[in-house]
């Protein structure tokens, strides 16, 4: 046992005793649900991953019209057929506070948030979870983006940087930093005696702010703190060693991939997840696979339009169809990614059993920026209490005139109570989330709970 | 029935008003709010999401006093009621403006006494680079991947403190980039600068060198770059002794040929990890005559940079071999007199007169020498560092004076102890003294004292900034960057606030090349050109578009502030101008005569020409576009805003989509379905405001190109021609664009405060309010005596009670 680190996390406790930090416990019998099945209980690891599709679909060729078991999927949707069993197809979903918010809708995708010129943005749904699973493992969360901005957002309502590169991603998980144990040991305790400092000179300003800085000297607090818990639990984990790659997926992972070749890039960013799953380096990921404003084109079928263009199409029937290609293109790699976790395995099951994915976007008829009735595909998740197999479809109310009459159920929803944070708080709760509400949530999703 | 209702609404309220004021309120402006605003803004009916009768007479506060200022504006302006209602006299409506106008201003000290005493602002990663940079002489480049992430705008600024918030990921990324930038700033062992060079052949015919050799055309090969083509400008393995991180030299030698259509060739600097281009040069240089061209720039080892030559596509992307042919590094290309020896199969890249057929670039070689360190750099970080090793005296007198400098202020003996201890923390576990003393800096570079500004004292309540404030104040306006040794000086001698002192400074900050920090920084966010190129207009639709014209763009408006800096001119310049800023691209963009040489340049301009001001440049009008579309709505709103500092309310949600033109219907303009569009009356009331200002520049496609019909891709029959006139809300009419700006500059009044507007935000960091908005405009009328001059309104601003508030 190393003394000189035992005096380190002695010296340092009194700054952990302040309001609003919360170390981590490790999850404890007792917060299992009472509905738990027995098959429930004896799940090791719960994973999450959320992937976000920019600028809606080609609504007219995307929608399924046939609710219940016994739908067909439509055109852009024909790659997941094999995953029929595992998939939730799901129409009518909304949240309130996107509507007429033309792009904000995938700032708020995972936090259902109100955002205005006076208003922040609140947690995101996998940054809850990542409360819950931070304890188990090596990174609490893992944030991908191929065009910047990450779908997380911390419980201040801040937004969290996301990783664009596969490479650097995989060496930040997979590669020890360099300059051996004791070397890294010494720059933790170094970055340890640092924040000291720092945070004993913020405590002097602490008790002298007015309430509109209060705010941000909470913020700046609560940052701080954070990467000491961080740093503290790096420290933890520098004993574990990392695990071993093989060196052909290693080849294949540890690089940086064109845009140019989405497919191969989408691939690559897949496998990553499926690989931080399989060794427990993370339960949460989010993936946003492009920008609002510039969502990828795709090269490699000639479709040279990025997603925003071709989804302000004016009705070009040309357009139309590229944008079809390109949804059918995207839900294609998604279903690579669910066949990858299908085929990975875990306990007595596969990945794909113990790992919601969440697969859509914030938008729906992007021409005019309708986002009501939006695309979402639940998959996975099947020991954690999930169950697939229908077209869950909430549009289908009594008044429903069909899906003919398209275009308005895009901008406005035909049933207020469908709210996409209402899955959102179900998927939580299937985390282990302890929470009976989520933004502004109405219900849990009955639909799709086993 | 509304009465009682408001009646009970006001009583629910009554525990936080004193019963004096609600009982005022009730007699001087409540009737006349009930009889003629609630029919239209209370419970039932909400025109414009907007109630009058839950708008509590709260004047203490700042958000409900805003919105008081609002309604008395509308008020005032003839807009509420709307004409078509009732109308109050006009003595009644004064009486209820001026009682409300009263309470706002009585509001105001109890608005400024609810501010805190201590204000932070954080640092923007641009300002944070120019900080350390002035600081310690070292490039960080917060673009590159892993380092910092863009910072959230309000209205394009950067820099409002109440946008600028932390998260554990800031606070991570600031102590790796402290620990990248002290190991630059004191390296263990000094840099070694070397030289390397690469000549065609390594780029393009590597493998093949040998052969060549005995060709006996070594010395004659060059390397084409056709449109759109590349090669290897740094490769690791090109220069084995050039592996530090660090500022390196390059001087590149090349030909430049335009192609047929006249268009120059343009070099750009790929960098393949920040994924940006890092120079930019059109290159005019006959074939037997070649140029050299040098810059210096960053590197961060290992690097990858590729020459490129950035034109608008002209080979198809895909179901054609061409550009596979072009890239095959078989065919070597020596003269356009001898091209024997490349691809027979491949395009002809000159005529039979040895004329390029496409703007073609001709390199022979790229030299590159670092890293450099300059004497100035140097002595920047003089005097941070112990010469003494384990000297705790000497450390303790060097942590002082970083601390002093990085912090903007005296650090005092206590703060410097907890730095002191993290060195014998360090000590004490093992560490030599080197890297102890390092983790002390580290400190001070991750202390908030260093990424937040903080004005105001804890212990005491101030309503002005103290000197050392101003001096950051100053200096982040003027330079996006820490207080240099002189403003430091006034400030330590607690003169700088001083109307002399503070002049004196001023001047000398506008004559420092710091400045063009500004220049550029501040019209870019002002004019909001980040949303330049953002939605990339369809290939198909506009095939001329590329990368280095879109640049060209945002360069021709922050040269053309620039310019009005630079000579002083009225603002007035913004408005209308018989010249502008442009390089040969831009020239070529505009249809204007070909320019000799290939930098930015003044150049006059003609009626014809339809140019001159702000508001027909290409980045203006492209960036209210969509790429496919212009958009007279989002155009109308950026003039509002960035003219005229009003922000047109956002439209209600769930407003019907305007329909394309189905196909067999005929062509239709944007104006004439927006026309056909707005034909309810809610839609109507706002859209009367702001369409007019857009439609005046119907005259531009969506990349600023003119025009005198508009394409419409759907459709039957010809293309309508444009209607670029109008009516402005107040009755004067115009026809076309250049009317539109003479009308403006009947408007240069009104201008001049909503300049000084953005001015002051992105000098205070923080959105004006209603309490700022009478020196703002004292500071505008003063100028106006200067014929608005730019330094003069600058100058007014620095030497106002405002700059200095708190």
Known sequence: MNIQRQNWLLNRRHFLRGAGVALALPLLDCMVPQRASAAEKQVKARRSVFIYLPNGVNTADYQITQAGEGYKLTKPLLSLEKHRANITPISGLHHPNG????????????TGGKIGQSERNTVSVDQLMAQVTA?????????????????????????????????VAFREMFEDPKGGMASQRRALQRRGSILDAILDEAHTLNDSVGKEDRGRLDQYLTAVREVEVRTQRNDKWLDTPRPKVEPALQTRLNRDVSLQMLGDYLRTMYDLIVLSFQTDMTRVVTFNTGEEGQGPAVPEIGVKQDRHALSHHNGNAEQLRMLTESDAFNIAQFSYFLDRLKETPDGDGTLLDTTMALYG????????????????????????????GRHVDFNATKDFQGYDKQQAIYFRPVNEKARLSNLLLTMAQKMEVPAEKFADSLSEVSEVRA | MKRALSLALLCGFSARLHAAEQ????????????????????????KGNFRIDTLKPDFADLGTAQRWAEVITRMNAGEMPPPKEPQPTPEELGRVVDWIAARIKEGEAARMAKRGPVAHYRLSRDEYANTIYDLLGVYYDVTQPGAFNEEPRWHGFERIGSMLSLSPSHVERYFNAADIILERAFPEKPLTPGKGRADAIEMRHRETRKRIEALGIADKVRAPLWPEGSAPAWRSYFYNNLKEPGLYKARVQLSGLPGLNGRAPHLSVWNAKLKRSIFDADILAPEDKPTTVEFEVFLDMPSELDFLNVVSPIFVRDGNHTLNVLNQGGGIFTSSKDVGLLNPTGYKLTTEEGRAIYPLLLVDWVEWQGPLTSEADLQKRAGFWPEKPDDMAQARQCLQRFASRAWRRPASDGEIDRYVKIIETELAAGEKFRGAYKAALTGILTSNNFYYLAEG??????????????????????WSSLPDGELLQAAQNGTLHTPEVLRAQLARMMADPKIKRFTEAFPRQWLQLHKVGMFAPDEKLYPDYDKWLEKSMVLETTGYFNEVFTKNLSIREFLASDWTMANPRLAQHYKLPPLPDGVLQRIGLKPDDHRGGLLTQAAILSLTSDGTRHRPVHRGVWVSEALFGKTPPPPPPNVEPIEPTPAQSPKATVRAQLEAHATNNNCASCHKKIDPLGFAFDNFDAIGRWRTEEVVPTGQGANPP?????????????NGPDEFKQLLLADLDRFAPAFVENLSTFALRRAMTL????????IAQASKKENYKMKALIENLVLSELFQKR
């Open chain 1, 99 to 110: 509507l007429g918010h033309h792009h904000n809708c995938r700032t708020i995708w995972l």
């Open chain 2, 722 to 734: 444009v209607n670029a006139s109008g009516t402005l809300p107040d009755g004067r009419a115009y």
């Open chain 1, 135 to 167: 304890p188990q493992t090596r990174f609490s969360s893992l944030e991908l983006s191929n065009q910047g901005a990450s779908l997380a957002w911390n419980p201040d309502g801040i937004q969290l940087p996301a990783q664009s590169n596969p490479g």
């Open chain 2, 457 to 478: 004292s804890p212990t005491e309540r101030r309503d002005k900034v103290n000197d050392w404030e101003l001096a950051s104040r100053l200096s982040y306006f003027l």
């Open chain 1, 361 to 388: 976007s914030g938008m729906a008829y992007g021409h005019s920026h309708g986002n009501a009735s939006l695309p979402i595909i639940l998959a996975g998740g099947s020991k954690l209490g999930l169950k697939h």
């Open chain 2, 771 to 778: 309490d700022d908005e009478a020196q703002i405009k004292a």
């Open chain 2, 23 to 46: 009982v005022a309120f009730a007699q001087a402006a409540q009737p006349f709010l009930n009889q003629n605003c609630a029919r239209c803004h209370d419970n039932k009916v909400q």
